[in-house]
């Protein structure tokens, strides 16, 4: 599979899961990331 063809492939995947992330629950160690995230942008 060529570099384009799987880059098509990645976005007909994706455009597939947004459309049912009703579905989909995110693992908690997401969040956990997030959060950590916001906790160092607002002390820099």
Known sequence: ???AEKLRVME???ADL???ENE???PAWHLT???ER???DSNP
């Open 1 to 3: 599979m060529t570099t």
């Open 12 to 14: 007909e995947l994706w």
């Open 18 to 20: 947004t459309q049912n």
């Open 24 to 26: 989909f629950e995110s």
């Open 33 to 35: 990331v997030l959060q």
């Open 38 to 40: 916001e906790r160092s």
